[in-house]
């Protein structure tokens, strides 16, 4: 269960990569730093609001609402930076996201210093339940049906939507979408901030269950790579599969066998990108 | 006709340095000249090819864990030894490796070879009895033209041979560069780069010449790597991690891609400017990102392109 919950935090960040690929195009490294950014921020707005004499058992509220809200740094960092480079060659647009890398990491050390920050001892407030006769905390049930509410809040929006027709038109042909009269600045500023924000989400959610560390986003941000890649660059439903595939496999190889934890999932993702470089679920849209 | 010049000089002064600048700037120069040689391979793939590597600090990784393996298990302190194991071993690991990898290009291929640095990565952390984990292993003092230095104090050793070794090192990694991309078979890369399609059609088996080209680069990371090692005495896994990788990429653009000389210069203008920035901020992070993304919205070509007058031209290479 405890992949599952992982599982869960993994698909915020990579449905967050995914949907700013899709239309996009860029690959964004910086994924990892907002996750990182989140956590601490969820830190933050969750002392904050304990420290002024909030019920701790309402704490997810600060959690969600500080996570969300730093998301928000999504537009500055679409207008400020990412909408001089989208006729470049790709090669300056992945190496303008490690700029971004570098610059959050140092950012969150400023801000928050070098030592691990966690929440305390919120995390099993909710208590735990039995399921499947493993015990699992309450929080991380919570989590896992969010993200789950999330996957098909997303669902809902690409394909219901208005705005979602608007993402797959431009995912798919930018040049076509925009002779039709839609102005793509809008949607670039909007899914960039929509894919910052899930992963802000997924760094606050996370962080009840650990503590917030400056590498934690590098270290991320190879995990989410995997789960796209065995996912397929692009989709929301490869997303889905991957992070439960990683999820999982990466729990199970650290009962079983700790020494072979992450080369395992590196190892599928070279067979992956060998034998299927679409990925499971590759080349379909955003 | 005013580079030949500028070399000479330049040359000059690198050779009376540590006679006149103080032993802490001649230490300096030792990772300047060791990432020289690793940015001089990672631009043939990257400048000439066209191949953007997310984990050449993969071979970093190979040369610098093969000195220290060689001095502190087997005994082989000899660096006329050790350089050439480690451009086998970053050989050997390489073939396969960009066999595999020279099938893709673009975003796929710096996937995967972000991919294969994580797999050596996650091997060196992992494998604690084989490789000594998180903390590394230890790099002995490496003997030179076969003599052990025994009367030198670790930063005499360092400001004097190591220093003169080195410098040879990257000088002949230099011309053996300068003549790869000024044959055919460099002209055949930068046909590939520009338009594979036409270079296929023309007879250039692309797939292969990709290949040769990733090995070259492997072998110099290999060699720049097993360099790395001795002025800190110590290896450690970090070598091999992808924001090493990433570093090394940024270097290159930092000097300029598009031009032979442009790495060079990018490893020396990080290495320094590292160095200040530490020395009055510790957040070098933030600047350097700032600087990146500089360069990579303003100014793509690099402190070359900056002191080149027309935008950045192809050097000749003959």
């Known amino acids: ?286 | 006709m005013r580079t030949p010049v500028a070399l000479a000089v330049l040359g000059l002064a690198v050779l009376v340095l540590p006679l006149v600048a103080p032993p802490y700037y001649v230490t300096l120069m030792l990772p300047f000249m060791a990432y020289g040689v690793i940015l001089l391979g990672l631009n043939l793939l990257f400048g000439y090819t066209g191949l953007v590597s997310f984990g050449h600090a993969l071979f970093i990784g190979i040369g610098a864990y093969t000195g220290a393996v060689l001095t502190t298990k087997l005994g082989v302190r000899h660096m006329e030894l050790i350089l050439p194991a480690a451009a086998l071993a970053a050989a050997v690991v390489a073939a396969p490796v960009g066999a595999l990898c020279v099938r893709y290009v673009k975003i796929y291929f710096g996937m995967l070879t972000l991919a294969f640095g994580m797999v050596f990565y996650t091997f060196l952390l992992k494998f604690y009895r084989l490789t000594g984990g998180d903390e590394g292993m230890r790099m002995l003092r490496p003997y030179l033209l076969g003599r052990e230095w025994t009367g030198f104090s670790k930063v005499d050793y360092l400001v004097g041979p190591y220093y003169y070794f080195s410098l040879a090192v990257l000088v002949l990694a230099t011309l053996v560069m300068w003549r790869i991309v000024g044959s055919p078979f460099g002209l055949c890369l930068k046909t590939i780069r520009d338009n594979p399609l036409k270079a296929e059609s023309l007879g250039v088996s692309v797939a292969r010449h990709r290949w040769y080209a990733f090995m070259i680069s492997a072998v110099y990371a290999g060699v720049g790597g097993a360099l790395l090692a001795p002025p800190t005495g110590n290896v450690d896994p970090t070598l091999a991690y992808w924001t090493h990788s990433g570093n090394i990429v940024f270097m290159v653009l930092l000097g300029g891609f598009s031009s032979f000389f442009g790495p060079l210069l990018g490893a020396f203008a990080f290495i320094f400017l590292q160095d200040t920035v530490m020395s009055v901020f510790p957040y070098w992070r933030l600047i350097f990102g700032a600087v990146l993304a500089f360069i990579v919205i303003f100014a793509p070509g690099g402190l070359m392109g900056l002191f080149a007058r027309r935008p950045p031209v192809e050097v000749s290479g003959a």
């Open chain 1, 1 to 286: 269960m405890g992949g599952v919950f992982h599982a869960a935090i993994l698909f915020l960040v990579a449905a967050g990569l995914q949907v700013v690929f899709g239309v996009q195009k860029i690959f964004n490294l910086a994924c990892g730093s907002f996750y990182a950014l989140g956590a601490y921020t969820g830190v933050s707005a969750v002392g904050y609001f304990t420290g002024h004499g909030g019920p701790p058992a309402l704490f997810i509220v600060p959690l969600v609402a500080g996570g969300l809200a730093v998301g928000l740094v999504g537009i500055l960092v679409e207008r400020g930076l990412l909408r001089f480079v989208y006729d470049r060659d790709e090669t300056f647009q992945l190496l303008l996201t490690f700029a971004l890398v570098l610059m959050l990491e140092d950012l969150v050390r400023m801000t928050w210093g070098t030592a691990p920050v966690s929440t305390g001892g919120l995390y099993l407030i909710y208590g735990q339940a039995r399921v499947l006769g493993a015990t699992v905390p309450v929080y991380n049930l919570i989590v896992i049906g969010a993200s789950l509410a999330i996957a098909l809040g997303i669902g809902w929006l690409l394909t219901r939507t208005a705005f979602g027709r608007i993402i797959r038109a431009a995912a798919d042909n930018r040049e076509m979408a925009e002779a039709l009269g839609v102005d793509m600045r809008w949607v670039y500023v909007r899914v960039f901030t929509l894919g910052t924000m899930l992963g802000t989400l997924g760094g606050a959610l996370v962080i009840p269950a650990t503590a917030a560390m400056s590498e934690m986003g590098i270290e991320l941000i190879v995990e989410a790579f995997a789960v796209v890649v065995i996912g397929g660059l692009g989709s929301m439903r490869g997303a889905f599969v991957g992070a439960l595939v990683v999820g999982v496999l990466r729990s199970v190889a650290i009962s079983a066998y700790p020494e072979l934890e992450m080369l395992l999932i590196y190892l599928i993702v070279i067979a992956v990108l060998i034998w299927r470089p679409r990925g499971l679920f590759g080349a379909a849209v955003a």
